[in-house]
């Protein structure tokens, strides 16, 4: 096992890692809207945070030599179900594979964030 950590990604929020690579697999963590260079969430919309989880991810795949392209599986927690179209519009852009997937609206999320997202992607 190999922990993965990209500095062009937030840091984690508690005690676990950005992602863990495991053989020819890379399990990320839920990113969550927070710009790495503010260090926040800045984008008030959940498409604007849905944009930046996008980027965040990719930063975790790409340290861990992979990318969106490879994504199989992806868990998406809303902290509204009525945002789920808005989600999408900007989801679709960026998982081009069209990767298994499971979305929930959960109460509450970190920071107050809208979204979140954690994948399983191939190396």
Avoid: W
């Avoid at 053989?23 to 498409?47: F, M, R």
């Avoid at 179209?85 to 679709?92: I, K, P």
């Amino acid at each position: 096992m190999d922990v993965i950590h990209s500095p062009n990604a937030p840091a984690a929020l508690g005690p676990y890692s950005q992602a863990m690579r495991v053989g020819s697999l890379v399990y990320t963590s839920g990113q969550i809207g927070i710009d790495p260079t503010a260090g926040k969430i800045t984008a008030a919309t959940v498409d604007g945070q849905t944009e930046q989880v996008c980027k965040n991810l990719a930063a975790v795949l790409a340290a861990a030599g992979t990318d969106l392209t490879r994504v199989v599986k992806t868990t998406c927690f809303l902290a509204d179900i009525a945002d789920f179209a808005a989600f999408n519009e900007v989801y679709v852009r960026h998982f081009t594979g069209k990767p298994a997937r499971s979305c929930f609206a959960v109460k509450a999320l970190p920071a107050g964030a809208l979204c979140e997202i954690e994948v399983i992607a191939e190396v």
